[in-house]
């Protein structure tokens, strides 16, 4: 939560919403972090047990378990890598289906 917390703080910051865009950076300055990690509230909370009794698009499929991430990251400092991170950013944001949060 300490990230999220942060991040609102930012008064140029932005993130998309896209249910069949899925890609995972931040862009600050110069440098380009991407990555394989959620950086989503609900990325913070601990679950100890998953129980889910069906998927949507996966029939007979069920799991229960623990919820887990291993996350990478990759940072740049490539001003050439981050204005084409920032263009594809925009070219998400202009589609009809994304939902834009800014923090303002």
């Not at 910051?13 to 509230?41: E, L, M, Q």
Request: aromatic share 14%; charged share 20%; with cysteine.
């Amino acid at each position: 939560m300490e990230f999220i917390r942060e991040y609102k703080k930012c008064p140029h910051s932005f993130y998309a919403v896209n249910d069949s865009v899925h890609c995972k950076f931040i862009v600050a300055d110069d440098c380009a972090i991407i990555t394989t990690c959620n950086f989503t509230p609900t990325q913070f909370i601990y679950l100890g047990h998953v129980k889910i009794d069906k998927f949507t698009h996966i029939p007979n499929m069920k799991y229960s378990g623990i919820h887990s991430e291993v996350g990478q990251y990759l940072i740049m400092e490539d001003e050439k890598i981050c204005n084409e991170l920032i263009n594809f950013f925009n070219q998400i944001c202009n589609r009809k289906d994304t939902f834009l949060v800014s923090v303002k």
